[in-house]
Structures are given as C-alpha cells and as structure tokens.
C-alpha cells in the first residue's frame, strides 16, 4: 500500500526555520506530481508549492515564495521543503501529497491528489 509519512514538524520562533521531510514508500511508479499543503483550523486545504516531475518545474503560493524551497531526493524517495523567515501565519498542518496523473502542470485542487501523508504541525510562536 502506498504510504507518504511527514516528519520535521514542531514549534518555531517568527523568523526561524525548519524542514519538513516526505518519506514515501510503495507507490505505484512515478507520481506526475509531488506537492505540499497546508491546512487552517476550520479551513481547506491550500497548496504551499509543487513539483512537476515530467519537467521538475516548480511552483510556490504568494505567500511562501522566496521563504520556502521545495526539493525531492529520488534516491531517497523523499520530498523536503525548506521552510526559513516562518511567520506566524505559517501556522498550520502540513501535507505531503502525490498525483499520479500527468496534467500539465501541478493541480491547485486537492481532490486530484490520491495519495496524502498524515500530516506534520508547525507552530509559528514566540
């Protein structure tokens, strides 16, 4: 069965980082598409950023780009996103997730992803 499992989460000060890391175990080959979410209490879904395997492009929300770096490691199967300069809005849940169907680009929709992990939280505080 295929699993994704997040790690990396936890309790950091504004302006601090961390690195969430996506261990990904028994898929069924290549995902088109390898993503992080991030969830609100009492809100959906939204995608933090993504990479497109078929061209490796990669694509980041307004509110993370130029603070968080999406990287995959195939030997390792692992996914990684590089979280620095946390603001307190960055609190929330975050999912790693798989798309194994080539769309062109990565979908904005989290009903195209099949496979999510459990979730890791980061809390932005002082």
């Known amino acids: 069965q295929a699993q994704l499992v997040e790690s990396g989460g936890g309790l950091v000060q504004p302006g601090g980082s961390l690195r969430l890391s996506c261990v990904a175990s028994?898929?069924?080959?290549?995902?088109?598409?390898v993503s992080w979410f991030r969830q609100f209490p009492g809100n959906g879904r939204e995608k933090v950023a993504s990479?497109?395997?078929?061209?490796?492009?990669?694509h980041y929300s307004d509110s993370v780009k130029g603070r968080f770096t999406i990287s995959q490691d195939n030997a390792k199967n692992t996914l990684y996103l590089q979280m620095n300069r946390h603001k307190p809005d960055d609190t929330a849940m975050y999912y790693c997730?798989?798309?194994?169907?080539?769309?062109?680009?990565?979908?904005?929709?989290?009903?195209?992803?099949?496979?999510w992990g459990q979730g890791t939280q980061v809390t932005v505080s002082s």
């Open positions: 990479i497109y395997t078929p061209n490796t492009s990669t």
């Open positions: 997730t798989a798309d194994q169907i080539p769309r062109g680009i990565c979908s904005f929709n989290n009903k195209h992803y099949h496979y």
């Open positions: 028994n898929f069924p080959g290549r995902s088109a598409c």
